[in-house]
């Protein structure tokens, strides 16, 4: 799967072009949602580009990475080798269907393009697992590429669908609609749903008192 997603450098870390593409407008609306300090856990991290590069612009934040794929983690590893940011701790194991998770609380709780290449049940553990570590008014961040109102919103998006679903039938792009009742049963109110470049989202969940 590594190897489908970017190239590995000399010193073990993975590298996606697209991640590089995607941090900074993604950061933008991290500013925004986030609390100014606390613990954000960050569920699927991958290569770990994206925690590294909010870590050092959001230094008040303490990050907790995780991966429930040891080479994902290895190589977040290597990111933090490299950098050496004082506010990010270790990747932990972290399957979103394996309950209790790991992190027994955090602030925020952050996940990037998973939803879509995971089976239905991943969104369903994720908000329950959420649900769990966050207070009251907790940020649920999460994004990517969504259909909405049934249908898809760019034809690239429909063809990678597509692709997904004909790599696993439990997979693909899902509708936005379902997830925010899927949310709302679960405990978390909507906030916000921003369109982002490329064809994705962000969308903002606060937990519900």
């Known amino acids: 799967m590594l190897k489908a997603i ?3 450098l000399d010193d073990g870390r993975w590298f996606t072009g697209s991640v590089e593409r995607n941090a900074d407008p993604i950061l933008a609306e991290l ?17 770990g580009q994206h925690v590294i590069r909010f870590a050092n612009a959001l230094p008040r934040l303490t990050w ?10 290895r190589s977040v590893e290597a990111w933090i080798a490299k950098e050496a940011p004082a506010n990010v701790r270790m ?3 972290l399957d979103v269907l394996r309950l209790p998770w790991p992190v027994a609380q955090a602030d925020a709780v952050l996940c ?3 939803i879509h290449v995971s089976p239905w049940a991943a969104t369903q553990a994720l908000l329950d697992g959420s649900k769990s570590i ?5 940020v649920l961040f999460l994004y990517g590429p969504y259909r909405r109102f049934g249908r898809h919103t760019a034809p690239s998006n429909a ?9 696993d039938p439990e997979w693909g792009l899902r509708d936005l609609e379902a997830v925010v009742e899927l949310a709302r049963v679960a405990g978390f109110r909507l906030g916000d749903v921003v369109d982002m470049p490329a064809n994705n989202f962000s969308v903002v969940f606060r937990r519900d008192g």
Not at 64 to 73: I, L
Not at 134 to 138: A, Q, S
Not at 159 to 167: M, P, V
């Open 6 to 8: 970017g190239q590995q």
């Open 91 to 93: 990747p932990v194991d």
């Open 64 to 73: 907790q990475p995780s991966d429930a794929d040891a080479a994902f983690r």
């Open 31 to 47: 500013r925004r949602v986030l609390p100014e300090a606390g613990l954000v856990l960050e569920i699927a991290s991958g290569t």
């Open 112 to 114: 990037i393009n998973m």
């Open 159 to 167: 063809a990678f669908d597509e692709q997904l679903r004909a790599s």
């Open 134 to 138: 966050l207070p009251t008014d907790g």
